[in-house]
């Protein structure tokens, strides 16, 4: 075979290697660059009236969970592992925050009532911290380690594993 | 009943002059009626979002959220989007603004939120010049592909017709002298 006719073959490699790279890569996932960079402060004011700040939980693992009611099945999948958790590990100093975005607030309240949610939850209006932390679906999960660092980002609905994990790990994070 | 009572003449009237008042009233009618048909159906200007302060301010929030990608469509900008998220994305980009930040400023908060993917045009530089470089550069090689085949093909054109076969053409002499004489006589 001339080298020329051994052109076209070598021609399609790029192209093959490219495509292979297309189909392997999930076009709705979308990097965050805020992994392992300071998480963005925010303040919400949570459903039962009270009102919390990201400040007002300095040196707290947090895990921030942003979800909404209309978000099935992934948010009904992934909301009795939250409250599990938070209860597992709360006492060991763990903080949960639900943020409930874009909707009804009846709709936030019944979900919140659904699962026995006893961590504290509240609504974004203007969608301001979904924005602010990159949000782009629900569910999404961050999990903030004590020195404020955003350690690990969950897209899509947590696994039992997932979640036991990366809650140790803020935790055990000195 | 009530329609019908609307033909009814005034006493002593003339037909001419009943056609000219019902000319008046139609043209009366049709005068205020044009007018109104033209507002109702004319598209109404775009309506501002939340926070709207001035056509100029509706132009420059256009103007930086069509260069953002929305987040949650494909391939719409978040000046074209008609999802929850853009239209958030639309009033945090007004407040930004109002609070004086240029668009550059506002472009370089949501990549350091959502990464480079935001932008709907990615920035020249490193492996991004990729993109802007190989069409380009495809389009230069087709060019230069074009170019050598065109130059070939005329190339053969102008390549000297192989010499003739001393049988072949000492018959088509013969033929046409035979053709010659069968004409002519």
Redesign the interface.
């Known amino acids: 075979m001339s080298w020329k006719k051994a052109l076209i073959p070598l021609a399609c490699v790029p192209l093959i290697v490219l495509l292979a790279y297309g189909f392997r890569t999930d076009p709705k996932a ?5 992994v392992e960079k300071a998480a ?1 402060g925010f303040r919400i004011a949570v459903y039962d009236g009270d009102s919390l700040s990201l400040e007002g939980l300095k040196g707290k693992p947090v895990v921030l969970n942003f979800w909404a009611s209309w978000c099935y099945p992934a948010c009904y999948e992934e909301a009795p592992l939250l409250e599990a958790t938070w209860r597992k590990y709360q006492n060991q100093g763990l903080m949960m925050v639900g943020v409930d975005i ?1 909707d009804k607030e009846v709709d936030g309240r019944e979900f919140i009532a659904r699962f026995n949610f006893t961590f504290p939850n509240g609504p974004d209006p ?3 911290i ?5 949000v ?2 629900v569910p999404e999960t961050f999990f903030i380690d004590r020195q404020g660092r955003i350690a690990y980002k969950q897209v899509g609905a947590l696994s039992p594993d997932v979640i036991e994990e990366q809650a140790r790990a803020i935790l055990e994070e000195k | 009943m009530g329609l019908r009572r609307r033909g009814r003449v005034a006493p002593g009237g003339t037909a001419a002059r009943r056609r000219g008042g019902w000319a008046l009233v139609a043209l009366v009618c049709a005068g205020l009626l044009i007018p109104l048909t033209i507002l109702a159906v004319a598209p109404s200007p775009p309506r501002a979002e939340a926070g709207s302060s001035s056509p100029d301010m509706d132009e420059r929030v256009r103007d930086v959220a069509s260069e953002l990608r929305c987040v949650v469509c494909q391939n719409l900008s978040v000046a074209d989007s008609p999802s929850d998220l853009a239209k958030e994305m639309r009033n945090l980009i007004r407040e930004l603004l109002q609070q004086g930040k240029t668009p550059e400023e506002i472009k370089a908060y949501f990549v350091s939120r959502y990464g480079e993917f935001v932008l709907l045009e990615p920035p020249k530089r490193g492996f991004n010049l990729l993109v802007w470089g190989l069409p380009f550069a495809a389009l230069l090689v087709g060019a230069c592909g074009v170019y050598l085949a065109a130059k070939r093909w005329t190339q053969r054109g102008h390549q000297a017709a192989p010499p003739l076969d001393p049988a072949y053409a000492e018959r088509v002499r013969r033929e046409l002298k035979e053709r010659e004489g069968s004409s002519g006589s």
């Open positions: 979308i990097p965050s660059p805020l963005p874009q203007g969608s301001k979904s924005i602010d932390y990159g782009y679906g």
